[in-house]
């Protein structure tokens, strides 16, 4: 009598009962009717890059994910790529997850500091263990960027299935290295170090790594937590034959009049201020499109379709695993959340100590020809970068609009309710993502202590209840976010936004902008909003004590 109380009881609780393989005696089993986790991560995707935040490439599977689900036209990341997986994974700034700055950039007033370590650490505990722990399977594909050693690996840190490249990036088509000191890129699935098939292309072979976990898992009654982080479009920029050749000639126009056609369609979209400013380009020395020889012209046009055929095939191995999901019955109980880690890429890769031009130019074939294939090392220009995000100061790497505003998908069938096709300008960060996974999987974060050990809680907020319709909010009206990376810094207070950049990308002072008039950054209004700044300073000050921040000092 008691077990039969006790399964009514579970029953109402989890799920259904499905019915027992074994024994007729023996307790029928609970299926789990939490809901699976898809985590999507793009690498230095811009903002306006796919067809719902305003870009001309064909992108029809991340395009149907927005237009049943939300886009988030107000989403927030660190400016590069470690930063915002550290957070994205432990809910906590990434000066205390480890990755105070990128591994290998420390200053030597960094070096030995808590939270410089250069990967994440162990004083946060990853969402991926907690999300194990409380029944999941984890599942994770593409790049890692948070740690080279077994101890600080994808298994290490909560991932039952993993395929990873432990680096911050990689050739797409083999194991080549994109960075000099390194003989070739480092892959590794679950607990050991292997090489990869001959037939490697970057997002292909992530996807189809993916699916392949997924299945393991299909048939017993676990929920799933998966973690798909592509290496597209970061540079070197490769793609497939057939993908390049469907963008030929597409941006012979330039670059000039690819920021202004993306500009017009983020306005008819409803994705910025029809009134507000575009930022001027950041190289305001360098040629005009029109005044470039025709063979330059070919040449960048090329870079721009490599480019654009990255993110179609990207999206075309996304949609390979959304069938997958719906063909195994699995779509409808899966929520989906996709951004990118960072703003576009400048086109200064050849001017980085790590990645010089006489090193590309001594071991790389970039012909014509051999652009985008296999064996070439390609990046794009900064003006292609600045059409990516046409509204926006700067790019990857700066604390302005055009390197931490991203665009943000959260797609839920069923379960959205009147957010469904809208686009909302609610404020979401990174840090929210961990909170909001861990109350949709009926779980909690130990606090303070695990296991023993003193650890950060997250400082984000569930975005559940604005999800399931509840809230209209995600964050109070005194809700701030701080960022610093490189000693470029900012802080973000209802629409207003503190910035400070070194010159010469900044005045070297503290700047103040409202966002809502001004999303491009160009009209400072410190002086004539002296409170608002004072107040601002002050929240800086807090951040940096609290988050442990050391500005480097080189």
């Not at 995707?45 to 395009?63: C, Q, R, V, W």
């Not at 995600?474 to 503190?498: C, N, P, Q």
Request: charged share 25%; with cysteine; net charge negative.
């Amino acid at each position: 009598m008691l077990k039969i109380v006790v399964l009514i009881v579970a029953t109402l609780f989890l799920g259904e009962v499905v019915s027992s393989k074994n024994s007729p005696n023996e307790v029928p089993r609970i299926k789990d009717k939490r809901p699976n986790i898809l985590l999507i991560l793009a690498d230095d995707l811009g903002y306006s890059d796919i067809g719902a935040f305003g870009g001309e490439i064909a992108t029809p599977n991340l395009d149907s994910l927005a237009k049943n689900g939300v886009r988030m036209s107000n989403f927030y990341v660190a400016a590069t790529c470690s930063p915002t997986r550290s957070m994205l994974l432990s809910g906590v700034d990434h000066h205390l997850a480890g990755v105070g700055t990128m591994a290998g950039d420390q200053a030597p007033n960094q070096l030995g500091k808590p939270g410089y370590e250069g990967y994440l650490n162990h004083d946060v505990v990853s969402i991926a263990t907690l999300m194990r722990e409380s029944g999941y399977h984890t599942y994770m594909a593409g790049k890692w960027h948070l740690g080279l050693t077994d101890k600080l690996s994808p298994k290490s840190r909560g991932f039952e299935k993993s395929f990873a490249l432990l680096q911050g990036g990689g050739h797409h088509f083999d194991d080549t290295t994109m960075i000099q000191k390194y003989d070739k890129a480092w892959y590794r699935e679950d607990d050991k170090r292997v090489d990869l098939p001959d037939d490697f292309y970057s997002s292909e072979y992530y996807s189809t790594k993916m699916i392949e976990y997924m299945k393991t898992g299909e048939q017993d009654d676990q929920p799933f937590f998966a973690y798909l982080t592509y290496t597209a479009p970061h540079w070197p920029l490769q793609a497939p034959q057939e993908y390049m050749d469907k963008y030929k000639g597409k941006y012979n126009d330039g670059y000039t009049a690819l920021k202004a056609n993306r500009s017009q369609a983020m306005h008819d979209l409803g994705l910025v201020n029809k009134n507000s400013k575009v930022h001027p380009t950041s190289e305001p020395d360098t040629a005009d499109w029109d005044s470039l020889s025709p063979e330059t012209k070919k040449i960048k046009s090329r870079e721009m379709e490599i480019y654009a055929a990255m993110v179609d095939n990207m999206d075309y191995q996304i949609g390979r695993v959304l069938d997958y999901l719906e063909s195994s019955g699995q779509r409808d109980n899966t929520l989906i959340i996709f951004f990118s880690d960072n703003g576009p890429q400048s086109g200064s890769v050849g001017k980085i100590s790590e990645f010089p031009q006489s090193w590309i130019d001594a071991n790389f074939d970039n012909s014509y020809e051999n652009m985008g294939k296999k064996g070439s090392y390609i990046y794009y220009d900064t003006h292609w970068a600045e059409a990516s995000v046409p509204q926006s100061r700067l790019f990857k790497a700066f604390a302005t609009e055009g390197g931490l505003n991203v665009p943000g998908i959260i797609n839920f069938p069923g379960k959205l309710g009147e957010l469904s096709g809208k686009i909302s300008n609610q404020f979401m960060t990174v840090l929210d993502v961990a909170p909001t996974i861990l109350e949709l999987a009926e779980t909690s974060h130990p606090g303070s202590s695990y296991k023993g050990k003193t650890v950060v809680p997250p400082t984000g907020t569930s975005a559940v209840s604005f999800i399931n319709g509840t809230s209209d909010t995600i964050h109070g009206e005194e809700y701030t976010m701080s960022w610093e990376l490189f000693d470029r810094m900012a802080v973000r207070s209802g629409d207003w936004k503190l910035l400070k950049l070194p010159t010469p990308f900044g005045t070297g002072e503290w700047e103040l902008f409202d966002l809502a008039q001004d999303p491009g950054e160009t009209t400072d209004l410190r002086l004539q909003h002296p409170e608002q700044l004072s107040k601002m300073i002050k929240i800086w000050d807090e951040y940096v004590n609290k988050n442990n921040v050391v500005l480097p000092r080189w």
